[in-house]
């Protein structure tokens, strides 16, 4: 790809396949692109990947995620002419690998949104450009025979009505495939496996398209990386260089693994604060923790690190965690066992990563198990458990119908903003992302009152 | 070892067996010391087999094996005062043996293979990039019976009794018929952790290879209770029908373990707190209360009162006119709550977590963590398993000469380690040194065709 100043124009690359506007981004293409466009389209693509993620977050099913790419990628990417939105669609494709292919998390960001914005674009496309792309993709497996389909009609039969899908019949096309090739659907337990193979039916092969354009994917970003860091950042030290630098940090938001500014809490003041402005999930995790005097790994994880966001310091933290655990397990195994995994969240111990508090998303996501606090108590208490814990928050009988409302509809941030709107007789526009953004906010509103009850 | 000490023990041992006959329970934790493991790690402990396993046939003469493949292992020992050594790593057996038999340690865990010697992972880290990574692990599972502790009554905790111990055997059932039918996995190695579960290896090289996705996909697949401590359903069966597996899993090993033994062993429905449990269970406040009441009045009938009121569960359930949507799963969700596998799924999601060595010995117990044969895994007894203490009894009333390989089969450990080469080390070697050969075959053929061009 070339970049030429703002006088150039954009060339016509060849449309592709006459079936779809899809793109595997196999090579970067010869464009010339002006610098303006350069930055605008890979804003506008990162518009749709940030919807995305937050859509993700916020917990939609996939017919909503379905709608909701479909909708950022018409407002961000459409174009007049066919020809220059295949153009954008390539152009801020290879921008944004520039920009997200030099940190292992901005990789890990970019891959997955990209292979989410591939699968639901994949979805609409019609059956003809579907085997198609399939066709593209090149991928050695063959249909299932008719022989081969009889002999294990019944467990098909039975895995797609397991998992609410419509039942095959004769005519369904599956593929026999290595089951490692599409772990997503193994783990929902959408397909029959056999002997080490998967049964994928026709409607399920995005499935296994995904695991191919993720790993293609994967292994490029690893490249660009390397030339990025070999040539072009130096090359392009006065032009796209700082283009490419300000985009990443401009769009990811704040990951709150540095504890906020002059507001470290000392131990003291603990219990207090996690009354007044801890979340529902960490402030049901520090409770546990003072009643049983123990956490299981996933709880020591998910509130350690919220405790160090928000600023307690490595010792306090230390010596917060001793006073609960050496109570049940006394302060040697504490010493030997658990201390440890403290030091090593501040970046004291083993690879010495300073670790990023949990957000939403990923809180949301865990599996807490049997003994297992952790979690989002929102998607993971029951109903009764969950009125309960929010009455003893303080949350009103309407406020907390209007929240388990949210929970039904598996909206469990907006639940969790509800829920800090009651709290704190405010209102929180931007929504909850991450529970130290909700204690970062609950604390601001808490701070002005008190200052404006001084005045 | 100095004559005069293993004779002293001896003496020691004698004090143990009498303590032994007066309060069973507690035989084990005088059975263990630092001495005697000194003298298991010299004559007993089966180094050869152990690193021809963890050599995957990579300690042969053929071409294509991968010399610096057992180097690359991640070791690592807990000695007696809790001093943790990870990374630790070794060329051979020998280093291997020496090793442990200078170190003593109390515990061995086995990591992954990295790609390369962890030993001197620092020298490349400072390269910046991530060389230093796993890349192989035998799939592993650990099922640990503390975390049933919500569905026993006899024990809690660590504790484990012949009545809460077939909860492990059901779950050796479903997980390895699992392992093999679907994903089809071969070489499969269960073992006892010594004291409150089990552990299982699956040695497969496309096991091996698996990535952290397919870990995860796999235990997820295997993963049926998503309830928490804040939930009072544990499991949820949605859809229209049971996936094929967890049918299979049902029908063949959880719903007759848990009607003929378990409500039986546990008396889950003579004890109004244990069968509350159950019906907080069922989604239908009308038919739990129905129930209720007619559980309120013991009336005594011939047929044990677990069995009786399960089946009038059942019926009730099963009727056909229930009008709450999911209720039709309340039955398979009850035996599911109590029956099936829980796994610790961190475990089995990583490359890179450690787990304890098969033929450890567990300091609590004194126990040696032997393997169980899948196959006659009812007949297993975690009490019977040979002890630290008998053997060194054995040991000492000159069962074993001079420490020979096969004399080793002769000993109580016999029956463990005749198991271990035989149904699960000779055919994976088999297997290894056949994909050895094939890919060698396979790389040659590529660098000819590359050749010719």
């Given at each position: 790809?070339?970049i030429v100043?703002?006088?150039g ?9 006459a079936?779809t506007?899809?793109q595997?981004y196999?090579s970067?293409?010869?464009l010339e692109?002006?610098?303006e466009d350069?930055?605008?389209y890979?804003?506008h ?6 919807g995305?993620s937050?859509g993700?977050s916020?917990?939609k099913?996939?017919?909503?995620m379905?709608?909701?790419v479909n909708e950022?990628?018409?407002v961000?990417?459409?174009r007049?002419?066919?020809s ?6 390539i152009?801020?494709?290879f921008v ?5 292919c030099?940190?292992e998390e901005l990789?890990k ?5 990209e292979?989410t914005?591939?699968r639901y674009?994949f979805?609409r496309?019609?059956?003809?450009a579907?085997?198609?792309?399939l066709a593209?993709?090149?991928l050695?497996?063959k249909a299932?025979s ?6 294990v009609k019944?467990?098909?039969k ?14 369904t096309?599956?593929y026999?495939v290595p089951?490692?090739q599409v772990?997503?659907?193994?783990a ?5 496996i056999?002997?080490?193979?998967a049964?994928?039916?026709m409607n399920q092969?995005?499935s296994l398209l995904m695991?191919?354009y993720?790993?293609?994917?994967s292994k490029?970003?690893?490249?660009t990386?390397r ?5 072009i950042?130096?090359q392009?030290?006065?032009r796209?260089t ?5 985009l990443?940090t401009s769009?990811l938001?704040p990951d ?5 500014e002059?507001?470290?809490?000392s131990?003291?003041d603990i219990d ?13 995790l ?8 123990h956490?299981?790994?996933g709880?020591r994880m998910?509130?350690?690190l919220?405790?160090k966001g928000v600023g ?5 933290a ?6 609960e655990f050496?109570?049940?397990v006394?302060a040697?195994r504490?010493d030997?066992e658990?201390a440890y995994s ?5 970046g ?12 939403c998303?990923k809180?949301i996501s865990s599996t ?5 606090h952790?979690?989002?108590p ?9 009125r ?7 949350v ?14 598996r909206?469990?941030?907006l639940?969790?903003t ?15 992302n991450?529970p130290?953004?909700y ?6 509103i808490l ?5 404006s009850?001084?005045? | 070892?100095?004559r005069e000490?293993v004779?002293n023990?001896v ?6 067996g009498?303590g ?7 035989e ?12 298991y790690y010299?004559?007993?402990?089966p180094?050869a087999d152990?690193?021809?396993?963890m050599?995957?046939g990579?300690?042969?003469k053929?071409?294509g094996c991968?010399?610096?493949y057992f180097g690359?292992r991640?070791?690592?020992f807990?000695?007696?005062n ?7 790593s070794f060329?051979?057996?020998a280093?291997l ?9 109390f515990k061995?865990?086995?990591g992954p293979?990295?790609?390369?010697d962890p030993?001197?992972?620092h020298a490349y880290?400072?390269?910046g990039?991530?060389?230093?990574t796993?890349v192989?692990r ?10 049933y502790?919500d569905?026993?009554?006899c024990c ?5 009794c012949?009545?809460?111990w077939?909860?492990m055997?059901v779950?050796i059932?479903v997980i390895d018929?699992?392992?093999r ?10 073992v006892?952790?010594?004291r ?5 290896w699956?040695?497969d090289?496309?096991a091996?290879?698996?990535n952290?996705e397919?870990r995860?996909?796999i235990t997820e697949y295997?993963?049926v ?6 939930s009072?359903k ?10 094929p597996f967890l ?6 090993v959880l719903?007759d373990?848990?009607e003929?033994?378990?409500i039986?062993?546990q008396?889950?429905?003579s004890d109004?707190e244990?069968?509350?449990?159950i ?11 129905e129930?209720?009441g007619?559980?309120l ?6 047929d044990?009162?677990n069995?009786?009121r399960?089946g009038?569960?059942k019926h009730l359930l099963?009727?056909?006119k229930q009008?709450?949507q999911?209720?039709?799963r309340?039955v398979?969700?009850?035996?599911f709550s109590f029956t ?6 961190e ?8 787990l304890k060595?098969?033929?450890c010995?567990?300091?609590k117990?004194?126990?040696?963590c032997?393997p169980?044969?899948?196959k006659?895994?009812e007949?297993?007894?975690p009490?019977a398993?040979p002890t630290?203490s008998k053997?060194l009894k054995?040991l000492n009333?000159g069962a074993l000469g ?6 080793l089969?002769n000993?109580?450990?016999?029956k463990?380690?005749?198991y ?13 040194k056949?994909e050895?050969?094939s890919?060698y075959?396979a790389k ?5 065709n590359s050749?010719?061009?």
């Amino acid at each position: 790809m070339e970049i030429v100043g703002s006088r150039g124009k954009s060339s016509v690359s060849s449309a592709g396949d006459a079936f779809t506007d899809i793109q595997l981004y196999r090579s970067a293409p010869e464009l010339e692109v002006r610098l303006e466009d350069f930055e605008l389209y890979a804003v506008h693509r990162l518009r749709v990947l940030k919807g995305i993620s937050d859509g993700l977050s916020r917990g939609k099913k996939p017919n909503e995620m379905e709608d909701l790419v479909n909708e950022l990628w018409e407002v961000n990417m459409k174009r007049s002419e066919a020809s220059e939105f295949v153009n954008k669609d390539i152009i801020s494709h290879f921008v944004l690998r520039l920009v997200y292919c030099r940190e292992e998390e901005l990789r890990k960001w970019f891959l997955s949104m990209e292979t989410t914005l591939f699968r639901y674009r994949f979805q609409r496309e019609s059956p003809e450009a579907q085997r198609a792309l399939l066709a593209e993709f090149n991928l050695p497996y063959k249909a299932v025979s008719s022989a081969e389909y009889e002999s294990v009609k019944d467990k098909l039969k039975q895995a797609a009505r397991s998992s609410g899908q419509s039942v095959p019949s004769a005519d369904t096309i599956f593929y026999k495939v290595p089951f490692e090739q599409v772990p997503d659907l193994v783990a929902s337990r959408r397909v029959f496996i056999l002997k080490g193979y998967a049964y994928v039916a026709m409607n399920q092969v995005v499935s296994l398209l995904m695991t191919q354009y993720r790993s293609n994917l994967s292994k490029a970003l690893v490249l660009t990386n390397r030339k990025w860091t070999s040539m072009i950042r130096e090359q392009e030290k006065d032009r796209l260089t700082p283009i490419v630098e300000a985009l990443s940090t401009s769009y990811l938001g704040p990951d709150y693994s540095q504890p906020i500014e002059c507001a470290d809490i000392s131990l003291k003041d603990i219990d207090q604060v996690a009354k007044s402005s801890f979340p529902l999930c960490m402030r049901h995790l520090f409770e546990k923790l003072r009643e049983d005097h123990h956490l299981k790994h996933g709880g020591r994880m998910q509130l350690g690190l919220f405790l160090k966001g928000v600023g307690l310091k490595l010792d306090d933290a230390l010596a917060f965690w001793k006073a609960e655990f050496s109570r049940k397990v006394g302060a040697e195994r504490f010493d030997k066992e658990y201390a440890y995994s403290i030091r090593h969240n501040y970046g004291k111990e083993g690879k010495r990563t300073d670790y990023t508090p949990y957000s939403c998303q990923k809180i949301i996501s865990s599996t807490p198990g049997v003994g297992d606090h952790h979690g989002c108590p929102y998607r993971h208490f029951s109903e009764e458990n969950l009125r309960a814990a929010l009455n003893k928050m303080g949350v009103g009988n309407r406020a907390v119908e209007d929240v388990m409302d949210k929970v039904r509809s598996r909206h469990y941030q907006l639940a969790c903003t509800l829920t800090f709107e009651a709290v704190h007789g405010a209102s929180c526009d931007a929504g909850i992302n991450h529970p130290n953004q909700y204690y970062i906010d609950s604390q601001k509103i808490l701070e002005s009152r008190k200052n404006s009850k001084g005045n | 070892m100095v004559r005069e000490e293993v004779d002293n023990m001896v003496e020691d041992m004698v004090i143990d067996g009498v303590g032994t006959e007066q309060k069973p329970s507690s035989e084990f934790p005088e059975g263990f010391n630092a001495n005697y493991l000194k003298i298991y790690y010299g004559k007993l402990f089966p180094f050869a087999d152990m690193h021809k396993w963890m050599s995957y046939g990579n300690d042969g003469k053929h071409p294509g094996c991968d010399q610096s493949y057992f180097g690359r292992r991640e070791f690592s020992f807990t000695l007696d005062n809790d001093i943790y050594l990870r990374f630790q790593s070794f060329n051979n057996v020998a280093e291997l043996e020496n090793a442990i038999k200078e170190k003593c340690p109390f515990k061995i865990d086995i990591g992954p293979v990295y790609s390369v010697d962890p030993a001197k992972r620092h020298a490349y880290a400072q390269s910046g990039d991530n060389i230093f990574t796993p890349v192989e692990r035998e799939l592993i599972f650990d099922i640990d019976i503390s975390d049933y502790d919500d569905v026993r009554f006899c024990c809690s905790g660590a504790d484990v009794c012949s009545e809460c111990w077939p909860l492990m055997t059901v779950a050796i059932k479903v997980i390895d018929t699992a392992l093999r039918d679907d994903f089809g996995f071969n070489h499969i190695l269960w073992v006892y952790s010594g004291r409150r579960g089990v552990h299982c290896w699956v040695c497969d090289g496309k096991a091996r290879r698996l990535n952290n996705e397919q870990r995860a996909a796999i235990t997820e697949y295997l993963h049926v209770h998503k309830g928490n401590e804040n939930s009072l359903k544990k499991v949820t069966l949605a859809g229209r029908s049971l996936h094929p597996f967890l049918g299979r899993s049902y029908a063949e090993v959880l719903k007759d373990f848990f009607e003929e033994k378990y409500i039986l062993s546990q008396n889950l429905f003579s004890d109004e707190e244990r069968y509350e449990k159950i019906l907080e269970m069922i989604p239908d406040e009308s038919i739990s209360s129905e129930l209720r009441g007619k559980w309120l009045d013991n009336k005594r009938s011939r047929d044990d009162i677990n069995v009786v009121r399960w089946g009038q569960l059942k019926h009730l359930l099963q009727s056909g006119k229930q009008k709450v949507q999911g209720i039709h799963r309340s039955v398979e969700e009850i035996v599911f709550s109590f029956t099936y596998p829980r796994l610790d799924l961190e475990v089995s999601k990583h490359m890179n977590h450690l787990l304890k060595a098969p033929f450890c010995v567990h300091p609590k117990t004194g126990r040696v963590c032997v393997p169980i044969d899948p196959k006659h895994c009812e007949e297993f007894d975690p009490s019977a398993v040979p002890t630290l203490s008998k053997l060194l009894k054995e040991l000492n009333m000159g069962a074993l000469g001079t420490g020979g390989e096969e004399e080793l089969e002769n000993t109580l450990l016999g029956k463990s380690i005749r198991y271990f080469r035989s149904s699960f080390l000779q055919p994976l070697l088999k297997s290894c040194k056949e994909e050895i050969e094939s890919s060698y075959a396979a790389k040659i053929q590529q660098s000819k065709n590359s050749l010719s061009w």
